[in-house]
């Protein structure tokens, strides 16, 4: 998160211990690329740790990426598009999100179309940046993804793949509390809902306790972290700890957490393992796998079949000018024409096309050709 009161300290350490990707948002990281490259200055290993930006919108999109350029004579290395369907912090105001119909009953209410043309105009201001730098930028498309069918949709808009999170907090793999998973299995989508985040954002979560505790005041705050920028949390008139809150929720203070969730969180029924949801995600692999193994077969015998064919055309005798001899001097007529070339069943072959000319001879004269 741009906004953490420590975000330089963070990267800087990521990359020198190793980090393949840096992932940022909650904020521009216009500043991102000379982290990083503080950070390998320092490490004692030359391994490259590559950027990607968090964006919502073309225009956050456009001003990471012009601003990368002018500063750093760089780009991204992968694009994250954040949609209003996400869990946690979200890059829209509350009125975008109505316009959206993300707000709530997301089900029934979200224009999804509305925000495929953003996304859509996103990926066409990354391939701006592809193009000048002559590489390929990733796009990953987040929020709302739950089912293969998302995953396509996604995909058939231009993204390259999809960044999912709620799909696998109710997983045996995942180390939330077995409280917090079960929030999600016994949540209904009104649980679900829009609040304000401590540092001015929406966030979406679901409804609990603590939630409703806030709409009677502010909740007191037991201990500042100081883990965000003054510029964003104002100690005095926060009217709880964001910190503080999450932190509860992954200790199974449910009295004093807040339940990040994205807008799918109700459509969890069970835990399940991480590969089974793998499996309900490309359960169709195998067999498009075997429909390839097919298409391969059957690119080999067309291309042995092409093969043939030009063989043979290559041993015919090609005409090259001048006249032709007839063959039978006695009977030099096309009257003398039993069958033409491509004759069918009216001249006696029935079934097949003849390949070449008969020519009769008047009766007891024998000819060789």
């Known amino acids: 998160m741009v906004a953490t009161n420590k975000y330089a300290d963070y990267v800087i350490e990521a990359v020198k211990a190793g980090a393949d990707i840096i992932i940022s948002g909650a904020g521009?990281?216009?500043?991102?690329?000379?982290?990083?490259?503080?950070?390998?200055?320092?490490?004692?290993?030359a391994k490259k740790t590559c950027i990607a930006p968090i964006v919502s919108s073309r225009k956050s999109a456009k001003v990471i990426l012009k601003m990368w350029d002018r500063k750093y004579n760089t780009t991204a290395d992968a694009v994250v598009i954040e949609g209003p369907l996400a869990g946690g912090h979200l890059g829209f105001s509350y009125d975008e999100l109505h316009e959206l119909g993300a707000d709530t009953m997301a089900s029934k209410n979200y224009?999804?179309?509305?925000?495929?043309?953003?996304?859509?105009?996103?990926i066409e201001e990354v391939r701006i940046y592809e193009e000048k730098f002559g590489k390929k930028i990733p796009v990953f498309v987040a929020g709302g993804i739950y089912t293969r069918e998302d995953m396509e949709h996604a995909m058939s808009l231009g993204a390259d793949g999809v960044q999912m999170g709620t799909r696998f907090v109710t997983t045996y793999e995942c180390d939330a509390p077995d409280d917090y998973k079960q929030t999600y299995i016994d949540a209904k989508e009104e649980d679900i809902v829009i609040t304000k985040s401590p540092v001015g954002m929406p966030g979406r979560a679901i409804r609990n306790d603590f939630m409703d505790r806030l709409k009677s005041g502010p909740v007191p705050i037991r201990h500042c972290c100081n883990c965000l920028a003054t510029s964003v949390c104002d100690r005095k008139t926060i009217p709880y700890c964001i910190t503080e809150a999450l932190c509860c929720a992954a200790n199974s203070d449910e009295s004093h957490a807040l339940l990040f969730c994205?807008?799918?969180?109700?459509?969890?029924?069970?835990?399940?393992?991480?590969?089974d949801i793998i499996n309900e995600l490309t359960e169709n692999q195998k067999e498009i796998a075997k429909e390839l193994e097919t298409l391969e077969k059957e690119k080999i015998e067309t291309e042995k079949q092409i093969a043939e064919k030009t063989r043979y055309i290559q041993r015919i005798p090609k005409y090259v000018g001048g006249t032709l001899m007839w063959p039978v001097p006695s009977a030099n007529s096309t009257k003398w024409i039993t069958a033409f070339y491509g004759a069918g069943a009216s001249?006696?072959?029935?079934?097949?096309?003849?390949?070449?000319?008969?020519?009769?001879?008047?009766?007891g004269e024998v000819r060789k050709t």
């Open 28 to 45: 521009l990281p216009i500043e991102l690329p000379e982290l990083v490259a503080k950070g390998q200055a320092l490490s004692e290993n």
């Open 111 to 122: 224009k999804r179309e509305k925000y495929d043309a953003e996304i859509k105009e996103i």
């Open 347 to 363: 001249q006696g072959y029935p079934g097949s096309s003849h390949s070449g000319v008969d020519i009769a001879i008047p009766r």
């Open 262 to 275: 994205g807008a799918n969180a109700y459509r969890a029924k069970k835990i399940e393992h991480v590969a």
